[in-house]
């Protein structure tokens, strides 16, 4: 149903003069010319896939995340399929993740042969709830996979008190996290396994590209057999000692990360410290503008977290617009604001209702935040045009629509 605008000011959805003349996108890479060299550098030299850039990535993150060890991967995904396997997780065994997170989160379960299960999230950060969690966990679960969920941890230290009851693995997915902390500890040191992602959109770019990180010798050695085919060496290793003999000790893939990008991973690193500042000013002058436009509520900060600003998604606030969450998503969109909606529960996917039997209802405070969460632009590269952009352009269409 299409709800009327109350406001005087022409909707660029309905005939007025948007607030931007071309798109701001939700997000975008930045990538300047001493990351073009370092990969140039690279394709010049004699490694393209695993040679001396991917430890040197490796080793570099892990020390920019306080682990001990850093396994570098293809992707998030094939990371998160790293770490289910490293969790030794396999069919009859469940594994309980957030219903608000993208499908990886959930998909490498099933990769593995068991069974995710759910359990509802927290109402202000949208993270697992510990308390859920206490309630669904059972003899059969062998790991959990806490999100944090926009670059806001979960309540870690909760989570992993439950999982040490139960001998369970906790596998952070941390892939909107880079950077994040909890209560004064960095986001890839606390849990047993951290997941990391390179996508474009992320802190750090590797255009594809993933990282397990761990405190755990026989996690990372696993980690690596498993990106590697399940071959107990690597090809400089045996290259460096002038032997050409392997073994498969376990079925593994090919999910390495080529040195190419992982020399890009290294330039983009040094930068992430002027990512994160630009990430937490554009969030505390959103949030300072936000708080005073009615029907909009602004993503919750814990006072023990130190988010990493992945995304900044708002919640409409349902009940005082005249509009719901798609007209207003259309209507934003039409503004050249490139908004996005992160994520539609897990759950409720169509392959999940069929394979798990999952259906609406099962999750309510994930399902009601779904209804209601539209994501903002957010990245490093937003000039103050573009906040201001935003602002203006939330402020504009939620008037519009006020009851
Ligand atoms: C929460 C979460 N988990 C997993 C992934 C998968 O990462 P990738 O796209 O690198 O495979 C992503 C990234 O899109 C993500 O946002």
Known sequence: MRATPTSQVALAIDGGTPVRETLLPYGRQSIEEDDIASVVEVLRSDWLTTGPKVSEFEEAFAERVGAKYAVAFSSGTAALHGAAFAARLKPGDEAITSPLTFAATANCVLYQGARPAFADICADTLNLDPGRLSE???SKTRAVLPIAYAGHPADLD????????????VIEDACHALGAEYRGRRTGSIAHMSVFSFHPVKHVTTGEGGMVTTDRAEF???LRRFRNHGISSEARERHAAGQ???????????YRLP??????GISQLKKLDANLARRRAIAARYSAAFRQIPGVVVPAVRTDVNPAWHLYPIRLELAMLSADRAQIFRALRAENIGVNVHYIPVHLHPYYRAQLGCKPGDYPVAEDAYERLISLPMFHGMGERDVEDVIAAVGKVCLAYLK
Do not use: T
């Open 136 to 138: 669904r966990i059972n």
């Open 259 to 264: 040195d190419f990008a992982c020399a890009l």
């Open 220 to 222: 990372a050695k696993s």
């Open 244 to 254: 050409w003999h392997y073994e498969m000790v376990a079925l593994g893939y090919n």
């Open 158 to 169: 909760a989570i992993l008190k439950l999982a040490d009851q139960h001998g369970v693995c």
